[in-house]
């Protein structure tokens, strides 16, 4: 490889203090979350007067067969019957008669019997119950919710932010890119794509526009060779200064992670290791991780400063 990176500036050092902001946590949500895990331990006692979220027994009268019943189980609130119909059953008593409209028909509904549902406050017991890895209290359940929403959050909120720092560091660095090493970066993506291609029954400079539907945005082979000669040079500079940075962190490709990688994408697609092995040379395996690691560590930046809150 000729192409080489003379100097790197250091992607820490890129102000992103115009992009930052408050996380925004749905609580909702995270209150959901946190009910899933009393769901388990909730139990029903018999109750006097019916309430929303109460399991009620009626019995159904009207003229309309659907609903002729003698033990009809309703929660109200739920909208079996229509939640609004449901909620006139709020305040009834076993022997209490009401008369509901259901789906255009005139139903007399006499409650027979109500049960309630006991929900417990969360407790650690139920979140060791889990058994996720390093959550064994109602705190840290709760942290772990909020981290999971985080993350989600970040994922929408992250991508201009991410190139914004890319495109400052390339503009800081000094990098050389080699025509040859450009042209390897197109050779390998396009061979990639070949090889797949044929496994799934396609030869790739054939395929038409409703083959490609759905696979790769582009409609012709020919876009599809114009759009990887695009994206070559950034996807070089970026394994670039993945190398250059894992001079100084450790990171390291291992002939270990490529078999696994290999083995996984491959059951994927439903092939084998070795029907999946020509789309990925390890040259080609070992340019993505470095690439992906540089990527990372960018990402990693920004998770760490984007919110002024977590």
Same mark, same amino acid.
């Given at each position: 490889?000729?192409?080489?990176?003379? +100097?790197?500036?250091?992607?820490?050092?890129?102000?992103?203090?115009?992009? #930052?902001?408050?996380?925004? @946590?749905?609580?909702?949500?995270?209150?959901?979350?946190?009910? #899933?895990?009393?769901?388990?331990?909730?139990? %029903?006692?018999?109750? *006097?007067?019916?309430?929303?979220?109460?399991?009620?027994?009626?019995?159904?009268?009207?003229?309309?067969?659907?609903?002729?019943?003698?033990?009809?189980?309703?929660?109200? /609130?739920?909208?079996? =019957?229509?939640?609004?119909?449901?909620?006139?059953?709020?305040?009834?008593?076993?022997?209490?008669?009401?008369?509901?409209?259901?789906?255009?028909?005139? &139903?007399?509904?006499?409650?027979?019997?109500?049960?309630?549902?006991?929900?417990?406050?969360?407790?650690?017991?139920?979140?060791?119950? =889990?058994?996720?890895?390093?959550?064994?209290?109602?705190?840290?359940?709760?942290?772990?919710?909020?981290?999971?929403?985080?993350?989600?959050? !970040?994922?929408?909120?992250?991508?201009?932010?991410?190139?914004?720092?890319?495109?400052?560091?390339?503009?800081?660095?000094?990098?050389? @890119?080699?025509?040859?090493? %450009?042209?390897? +970066?197109?050779?390998? *993506? =396009?061979?990639?794509?070949? &090889?797949? +291609?044929?496994? *799934?029954?396609?030869?790739?400079?054939?395929?038409?526009?409703?083959?490609?539907? /759905?696979? @790769?945005?582009?409609?012709?082979?020919?876009? =599809? &060779?114009?759009?990887?000669? #695009?994206?070559? %040079?950034?996807?070089?500079?970026?394994?670039?200064?993945?190398?250059?940075?894992?001079?100084?962190?450790?990171?390291?490709?291992?002939?270990?992670?490529?078999?696994? !990688?290999?083995?996984?994408?491959?059951?994927?697609?439903? !092939?084998?290791?070795? *029907?999946?092995?020509?789309?990925?040379?390890?040259?080609?395996?070992?340019?993505?991780?470095? #690439?992906?690691?540089?990527?990372?560590?960018? +990402?990693?930046? @920004?998770?760490?400063?984007?919110?002024?809150?977590?």
């Amino acid at each position: 490889m000729r192409s080489k990176v003379y +100097s790197m500036f250091p992607l820490e050092q890129v102000d992103i203090t115009p992009f #930052r902001r408050h996380p925004e @946590i749905d609580g909702a949500k995270l209150q959901k979350e946190l009910d #899933r895990a009393v769901y388990p331990y909730i139990t %029903w006692e018999k109750g *006097d007067e019916a309430a929303p979220g109460d399991v009620v027994t009626c019995r159904m009268e009207s003229s309309d067969p659907r609903f002729r019943r003698d033990a009809a189980k309703i929660t109200v /609130g739920a909208g079996l =019957l229509g939640k609004d119909e449901e909620y006139k059953l709020v305040g009834a008593r076993v022997g209490t008669a009401r008369t509901l409209c259901c789906r255009g028909s005139e &139903v007399t509904v006499t409650v027979t019997d109500i049960l309630k549902r006991c929900v417990p406050p969360l407790e650690d017991r139920m979140v060791a119950a =889990l058994g996720i890895d390093g959550v064994q209290t109602v705190g840290q359940y709760r942290a772990y919710l909020r981290k999971q929403a985080l993350d989600e959050q !970040f994922t929408n909120d992250s991508y201009e932010v991410i190139q914004a720092v890319l495109r400052t560091v390339r503009e800081r660095s000094e990098v050389l @890119i080699d025509e040859a090493d %450009w042209q390897q +970066s197109v050779d390998w *993506d =396009l061979n990639r794509l070949t &090889v797949i +291609s044929r496994l *799934d029954g396609m030869d790739l400079k054939t395929m038409t526009a409703r083959d490609f539907d /759905g696979r @790769i945005p582009v409609k012709s082979y020919y876009e =599809l &060779v114009a759009m990887l000669q #695009r994206d070559a %040079w950034q996807n070089t500079w970026q394994m670039l200064m993945g190398r250059k940075l894992a001079e100084t962190d450790g990171f390291a490709v291992t002939r270990e992670g490529y078999e696994t !990688f290999l083995k996984e994408n491959a059951e994927a697609w439903h !092939f084998t290791a070795e *029907d999946y092995r020509p789309a990925y040379p390890y040259e080609y395996y070992e340019a993505i991780q470095y #690439r992906v690691h540089y990527y990372d560590a960018v +990402s990693g930046y @920004i998770r760490k400063h984007l919110y002024w809150e977590e």
